[in-house]
């Protein structure tokens, strides 16, 4: 890579992520379509909309999995497709499928991100047991995370993420099939990492509430676009005094929130609802 | 709080070569295989079952044909190096398997993310395909000895074998992994496996010698990467074994072919999630 290319991934935006344009096309779908879109630093930013609205594929190409097809983004200063190294260096990720590894105990999933994000070996103990008390998972640590509850493998998979201080944290559905109590602590953990180290937060969701409580502002993502976007308050009062989340998102979307979404789309959600049981 | 006191100190990134960074990274990915293996060991035991098999009855049978000229050693020495590549093979190439199923629960979308580089994470799982087959060949020794077949136990034979497992699993797990980014479906891959195992293991010297085959057969051997791990272990194995092609030769095909097929694999390895 050239100095000049480096020097201009590295300029610093102001933004936490921006995207200009953003466009991916699968061979016949457009699936993020022109995506603009800013998140100042220390926001806890929603990105919601139905299944298929391309929410999973903006997050793919923030977080270096998918190329754009076309148009741009950087996430913490870094260009996506320049400088998907330093990307990757400044963001965590926490996917929707419950992935810590169930044949492994708590600490050793902790162990494995350590040595992958390159924490120091006399650094690692510090941070891994920092990181589950944090969690609340302090007692749980030693054990295989198969004998987790699904909150307890969200709140580990969080622990991982928060190991190496990352910039911006992604989450694919932080909450999807947890229970309302394992929800609310998701949330309040999600609040402290915001608070405490100044961690700008996406995440990607379908659930009004978890929109309306836990984030600071929304984009409303139709068909790979932004049909609006703005704190919850403000969006609600656009359409009247008593309007809900879930109007907003049926006047903007023209449809309810419930429906859409691909046979795979779905699968994934069902697949993640029932291993948590 | 202990997490303030953490916070004024950003991780600093261990400052280092690739080399190192790509050292660190593949015995991470090892370390956690192994781990998993130990905890649940079973697997290495069921392995053993189907060389057990062509050792004691299907070479039990054969070493009274002497239809096959396996020069001044028994058929059932002969094939004995040969069946432990067999069972390398099939080992190294249903691991791909494993891979899918962890790109469906997300593990594969959370290491792509992660800063490791692509070929640390084909590596780290060509280091533990590696150390599965050196478990296999103790248990292949286990076996021949039972067999009472005279085995080479010159420390630097034995070595040399070991190698050679670890290098052979390597690259069959690597080329199943590849297979795996290809296909994306455990069903898809299940039909390809079996559809690849028994063509490579009779288009091989396991059980028979090259130099028996049909002119069109011996082609196809000789572009078989099996081929050379059972020359390599031919004649380091067993007393009276002969390498046909010579160890610099076996060894060194074997690398290039490992070179290559990591190469394509840490190429395809982000695919898998498309």
Redesign the interface.
Known sequence: MTATLNNAAAAPTGFAIETEALTRVFSDLMAVDHLDCRVPYGQIFGLLGPNGAGKSTTIKMLTTLLDPTSGSAKVAGFDIVAAPAQVRRSIGYVPQMLSADGGLTGEENLLLSAKLYAIPRSERKPRISDALEFMGLTESGRRLVKTYSGGMIRRLELAQAMLHRPTVLFLDEPTIGLDPVARHTVWDRLRDLRQNYGMTILITTHDMDEADELCDELALLHRGQVAAVGKPAELKARLGPDATLDDVFAHFSGGSIQEGGSYRDIRQTRSTASRLG | M???R??A??????DSSVVV?VW??T???A??EL??LF??PTELFTRAVQPVLWLVVFGQVFSRVRGIPTGNVSYLAFMTPGILAQSVLFAAIFYGIAVIWER????V????????KRISLVLGKAVSAGFRGVMQAIIIYLIAIALRIAIRWQPLDIFAVLAGVALGSAIFATFSLIIACIVKSRERFMGIGQVLTMPLFFASNAIYPIAIMPGWLKVVALVNPLTYLVDALRGQMIVGGESVHGYASDFGIMIVIFIVLSAIAARLY?TL??
């Open positions: 202990t997490s303030a953490l916070a100190q950003p991780a600093a990134w261990a960074e660190r990274e015995m991470a990915i370390d956690v781990r998993k905890r649940d469906d629960l997300g593990i979308h959370k290491l792509l993310v992660s800063p490791a982000p999630l498309r």
